[in-house]
């Protein structure tokens, strides 16, 4: 009896525990937000620590976000026209293309790609920096880590994230052209002129690179803040890379679904 | 570690690529409507029925696009349906200009075709055109198919 009441108290004291816990490391993520947003002065001070980032977080995702989508709009166009071509309506296939990929697929799936590629990544590096005792020893020396580390990262990653989206999707709706006009002969200037008609610049556009942008920063934010707070040990870090692809893959998700709905839901 | 000036190329194009990529998708993706409030003139039309037609829906003359609709409301009073829509600034329409609403192919969109008149004087930014044809319900018309049918069969 006695031993049953103590197990029922301690499950609700884990409950409790894990929600303090969590509860506390949103705050912890919060304050470490707010630091980097402070420290945004560095990134116009000395320009050659954000170039070095935008090399390292940016152009090297090019490769990927460029074949994903290429891979991406053609298939698209490929699926796309089975369907279409039963109602005749094949020349709408630009539309379709360029419509999905705009709106959807490519601030979604570069935000995955760039948390898989960029974020575990920069999760790693600082998770490392941690372990072997840097961050502790600039501190030291007086030097902020917040300024020379997190922030030049974090806004790396804010800035690559929309052009890597707009490369996306601008491969993506060449690939659509590739396999439906040259390979499945649908007619060009049908193509173009009803993908034009129906993609509006402001609707569609300049929603896609607002989506972009917010992933930019859920994504950095979580890859930075992951390596920032991983236990210092080998372990930690190899957890906290994990946490980084798992958690933005669900923020990503999430946020898509909310910032569509708010963009889209009411027309 | 890469050298500096390479670094800054490499990121240079980066930054470039990018926003090239942006600007074909605003120029050869969407339309970078030409027919924006600051060049355009907006006009409005009643009609008894729109059917199917939508904001942003085109509006032709002569099968030329000239013009976008702008908005759709419902005439408390007469309990017609008010159509704004914006003409481009370089099309100058005789005041006796005809409205119509047609569909494009069998199911295709609808979209509001002009027709013009004879008149002198130009339609001028707020003007309403007096002359308009309502879309055409496609039960409405086998309604009256059916029912002229079974009138002749009499």
Known sequence: ?267 | MLGKAKLELTVGMFVVVGLAALLFLAMKVSSLSSFSGSEGYEIKASFENIGGLKIRAPVMMAGVSIGEVSNISLDTETFEAQVAFILGGQYHLPKDTSAAIFTSGLLGEQYISLEPGGDDAVLKAGDTIKLSQSAMVLEQVLGQFLFSKAAGDE
């Open chain 1, 1 to 267: 009896m006695i031993t049953t009441m103590g197990n029922m108290v301690e499950m609700v004291r884990s409950i409790g525990r894990k929600v303090l816990n969590s509860v506390e490391r949103m705050g912890r993520g919060h304050i470490f937000i707010f630091h980097t947003l402070m420290s945004v002065g560095i990134v116009f001070k000395e320009f050659s620590l954000l170039l070095k980032q935008l090399h390292s977080v940016g152009v090297l995702s090019i490769q990927i976000i460029a074949v994903s989508g290429l891979t991406v709009g053609m298939v698209l166009s490929l699926q796309g026209y089975n369907t279409l071509v039963d109602f005749g309506a094949e020349q709408s296939l630009g539309q379709m293309v360029a419509l999905s990929l705009v709106r959807e697929m490519g601030p979604v799936l570069t935000a995955l790609l760039f948390a898989g590629r960029a974020g575990s990544a920069l999760t790693a590096e600082i998770g490392l920096m941690k372990v072997t005792e840097q961050l502790p020893a600039m501190e030291i020396m007086a030097v902020d880590p917040y300024r020379k580390v997190i922030a030049p990262r974090f806004f790396a990653g804010v800035i690559s994230m929309p052009l890597l989206a707009a490369i996306f999707s601008a491969i993506g709706v060449f690939g659509g052209y590739l396999v439906g006009v040259e390979l499945l002969g649908v007619d060009a200037g049908g193509f173009w002129s009803q993908m034009q008609s129906k993609v509006g610049l402001y609707e569609d556009i300049i929603n896609g690179v607002i989506k972009s942008i917010v992933f930019g920063i859920v994504v950095t934010w979580i890859a930075v803040f992951e390596g920032f707070d991983a236990a210092p040990t080998t372990e930690g870090v190899s957890r906290a890379t994990t946490r980084t692809v798992v958690n933005s893959a669900f923020a990503v998700l999430g946020l898509d679904f909310i910032l569509t709905a708010l963009m889209f839901g009411g027309a």
